[in-house]
């Protein structure tokens, strides 16, 4: 007899031996397990983007301190709100308006170099500013103590 799993998968389950059919029913579940690891994995780099997009747009619009205030506990334990505000309002003046700006990559890892192992995303956008016609914007989201994603990071280059 035939069972279909899905559109993509299907298994044939015969009069053979008990072992393996059981084999391929682990197999199913194995593929089971990484789709849904694989959703989970996309709806958590999807709420990072929307954190480091949200946080990208006080930049923007020269909101420093606010930025600062909405980023991740690990960023503002490791900078001042003064000193954030110091460095970054020079850095993205000489920029100028920010013209366009697309996601390029999201990806999700347990650990980086000099930081707490944890939940990160690594989101890394192309810009284009007004004086710059090809940037590249890395942001760190991470999973905050609260459950919400923030940045933790963020790098231009």
């Known amino acids: 007899m035939l069972y279909r799993f899905t559109d993509y998968c299907s298994i044939a389950l015969s009069e053979e031996t008990p072992m393996k059919n059981a084999l391929r029913i682990g197999v199913i579940f194995l593929f089971t ?6 959703a989970a994995n996309s709806e958590t780099t999807v709420k990072a983007q929307e954190a480091a997009k949200a946080w990208l747009a006080l930049v923007d619009a020269e909101q ?6 909405q980023a991740a506990t ?35 890892t347990r650990s980086l170099p000099g930081a707490p192992d944890g939940e990160y995303v690594v989101v890394q956008f192309d810009a284009r ?12 989201s991470m999973r905050d103590k609260d459950g919400s994603w923030r940045v933790a990071g963020y790098y231009i280059r």
């Open 64 to 69: 420093y301190g606010e930025s600062w205030d």
């Open 33 to 38: 397990l990484g789709v849904v690891a694989q």
């Open 129 to 140: 500013f007004e004086n710059k016609t090809a940037a590249l914007e890395t942001v760190t």
């Open 74 to 108: 690990l960023f503002r334990g490791g900078v001042s709100k003064a000193d954030w505000e110091k460095a970054v309002k020079p850095i993205r003046s000489q920029l100028g308006t920010l013209k366009s700006r697309t996601l390029k990559s999201a990806d999700l």
